[in-house]
């Protein structure tokens, strides 16, 4: 490894897409040009280092998000840069890693795949990306796969995504005419020196930009360079002047516009070819540094009210994020962390602000996929792992002991699909137990619970494909056979009116008693805000010490429902009166209370059954298109748009979870193996009235 590389020369990047879009070929092809591998490792042959798990080989795709760290120096950029990356999965079921990924990212290169262009889980990194303010650059990929259509593709980047996305490169040819690019920023081309774009023999030969692309590629750059000098004033009025910019200053234009978070710069090629040296090119050259991002803003674990900045730099407090929790079968848990500033030795004692505990860093180990390279110390704008931490988990700030600060934690999306699960011999009993806490505490959107009626272990996470793997992650990692139901889908109840209620617990049972009396007031919330307790008991008419267990008891009530028992949400409770006796009074008394009137309460303010909806995009080969819109509005489905997607016809619907269970399966049947979806979780909505009767029904059974 190198030695100590300045901040400024640093990149910590993510690679994000659709699945299919060649992330994780890409990501081989950068390893294998910046030498950190001798050997390219193909997806299909199960040979990608990045991915690294069984099932990612198996199947093809990535499941978990992979770190590495290379280092690229070149003709154009002669300065060694470190670049560490993240590759993380395409397939919506696993898009927790791409949020934790970005949450601690400074950039990112968001592929497409260039025959289907812009695609529903591209949308979703995308916006996931918008709300971290993570700058990015666009590589539209594959374009020499049949059908390639860069036209198509940069189109519906610019329609779907943001209209200030600008093309860098053009293709010289698409599909299999394709042979190399048009920088518009140098204003050179390049073709490849030999006819297999993926021969490891390659090289990038600089030629005369092609006649029949002169035109094109001259409006293009106009285009290009009338945007980028809006990002600096200077060489604005320079261009205004009617001067000639340089390579260097559009560069450092393009660079600016970039940074700012609003400018999306548009790279095209075959990913598996050569071309990838000159995106590495143009990731040194357009995104960020650790220093270039806004300085990190924490608050004081002693008073939430005051900010305490942190700013890249090695002289401040230490300062970092945990971001994921991995099992490694040899050294046990590993957090992954990034450091926002300030440094620290492996061996030294860190503060978790979050938990308020003092940790111990055992080890620290730099990760290349799965594999660990040792390291004495890391410093700001490093991300590394750390070996012997007991009480982190995901979100949670590690410090300095004598100056800490919590920064903001990471936020993911709740379970949408469960499944009872029961293990298959006694001796796998206990060691389910400890199976399922290790894969929830890696997974913040897994999460395990008891059916206290039938005592079944109830998982829950966001798809058929994430709790299958789960599964057999236990049955590989942990050695644990279990046998599991058919996937139920994650209902959840909520209230349509305003009401109150009384809550009366009075028990005279020798000696002390119990008495506990409530008035509740209950109303709901807009979707997606959650439970609110609100404390409105003035005079002292209920203790101030009994009140967090009337919480408690409308809390517990809240998580059993009351039409087929799944979670209310979206609700204010307002506690405003009640009375209490000096004698016989409790806390559990109070609770028992809280727990009765809010029942009540429920009751009587329309109750209603919610269930998760699914944006589903359905493609399919022209003659079977009739067939698959009836299948999907037969499904409950609401239709929103159709559209022509390269070679075949794309259909937006909106459709109920609980209508989609099997639908790969029928859908492949419908359309004779060509037909293909992505789903994802859009909201929460009512559910109509004689299939809520079908599941209060289902339930009682």
Not at 247 to 255: G, K, S
Request: a negative charge; aromatic letters at 8%; one cysteine or more.
């Amino acid at each position: 490894m190198p030695d100590k590389i300045n901040l400024d020369k640093i990149r910590n990047i993510g690679i994000i897409a659709h699945i299919d879009a060649g992330k994780t070929t890409v990501t081989e092809r950068i390893l294998f040009f910046t030498g950190k591998t001798h050997k390219i490792g193909e997806v299909h042959e199960g040979l990608a280092v990045m991915d690294w798990m069984d099932q990612e080989r198996e199947r093809g795709i990535t499941i978990t998000s992979a770190a590495t760290t290379c280092f690229w120096k070149s003709d154009e950029n002669p300065e060694l840069h470190r670049i560490n990356i993240i590759d993380t999965p395409g397939h919506v079921d696993f898009t927790a890693e791409v949020e934790r990924s970005l949450r601690v990212l400074d950039g990112a290169v968001v592929i497409f795949d260039g025959k289907m262009g812009v695609e529903p889980q591209s949308e979703t990194v995308w916006r996931q990306a918008d709300k971290y303010n993570v700058p990015r650059m666009c590589f539209i990929n594959k374009i020499n796969a049949l059908g390639g259509d860069f036209n198509m593709s940069y189109n519906s980047i610019r329609e779907r995504l943001n209209p200030n996305s600008y093309a860098i490169f053009l293709p010289i040819g698409e599909s299999n005419e394709h042979k190399g690019i048009v920088d518009l920023v140098k204003n050179k081309a390049y073709i490849y020196s030999d006819a297999d774009p993926a021969s490891l023999e390659n090289t990038l030969q600089e030629i005369e930009i092609p006649e029949n692309l002169k035109k094109k590629a001259g409006q293009a750059r106009l285009e290009l360079i009338e945007k980028v000098v809006e990002f600096d004033d200077s060489l604005m009025e320079k261009y205004l002047d009617g001067k000639e910019l340089n390579t260097a200053e559009i560069i450092l234009a393009l660079r600016k516009a970039t940074l700012s978070g609003v400018f999306f710069p548009v790279f095209v090629a075959d990913g598996r070819s050569v071309s990838v040296t000159k995106i590495l090119d143009y990731i040194v050259d357009l995104l960020p540094s650790p220093l270039d991002v806004p300085q990190v803003i924490g608050m004081d674990p002693k008073d939430e009210g005051v900010e305490i900045i942190r700013k890249a730099d090695e002289s401040e407090p230490f300062t970092a994020l945990a971001f994921k929790i991995a099992t490694d079968p040899f050294v046990g848990t590993l957090t992954f962390f990034r450091v926002y500033a300030g440094k620290v030795s492996a061996g030294s004692y860190v503060f978790n602000a979050s938990k308020n505990k003092k940790e111990r860093l055992g080890r620290i180990v730099l990760m290349h996929a799965n594999h660990r390279e040792e390291i004495k110390e890391i410093s700001v704008g490093e991300i590394g792992a750390a070996v012997g931490l007991k009480d982190t988990t995901t979100g949670d700030t590690l410090c300095s002991m004598e100056k800490p600060v919590i920064l903001e934690t990471i936020n993911f999306p709740d379970p949408v699909i469960s499944v009872a699960i029961e293990p298959k011999t006694k001796p796998d009993q206990e060691k389910m137990g400890v199976a399922l806490q290790k894969l929830a505490q890696e997974d913040p959107t897994f999460q395990i619970s008891t059916n206290h009626e039938t005592n079944q272990t109830i998982i829950a996470g966001m798809g058929e494909l994430h709790l299958e793997i789960l599964v057999d992650r236990m049955k590989r990692e942990f050695h644990v056979e279990a046998n599991v139901s058919a996937p139920q889908v994650a209902y959840k109840e909520t209230i349509e009116s305003h009401s109150q209620a009384e809550g009366k617990y009075i028990r005279q049972t020798g000696g002390h008693g119990q008495y506990g009396h409530v008035l509740l007031k209950i109303e709901p919330l807009v979707r997606g805000a959650g439970f609110e307790f609100v404390n409105a008991i003035k005079g002292g008419i209920i203790p101030q010490e009994f009140i967090p267990a009337v919480q408690k008891g409308v809390k517990e009530a809240l998580q059993k429902g009351v039409i087929a028992g799944y979670p209310l949400v979206d609700v204010r409770v307002e506690l405003y009166d009640g009375s209490y006796h000096d004698v016989d009074s409790s806390e559990l008394a109070f609770q028992i209370a809280g727990s009765m009137a809010v029942q009540e309460a429920v009751k009587k303010a329309s109750p209603i059954l919610l269930e998760p909806i699914m944006k589903i995009e359905a493609t399919t080969p022209d003659n079977y298109f009739g067939d698959v819109m009836g299948d999907l509005s037969s499904k409950r489905g609401q239709i929103e748009e159709t559209s022509e997607r390269g070679p075949v016809k794309a259909i937006d619907a909106k459709v109920p979870l609980a209508e989609m269970f099997g639908y790969s399966t029928s859908l492949r049947s419908m359309t004779q193996g060509r037909g293909n979806y992505s789903m994802e979780f859009d909201h929460y909505a009512p559910v109509p009235k004689n299939i809520t009767q079908n599941i209060i029904e289902g339930k009682s059974k």
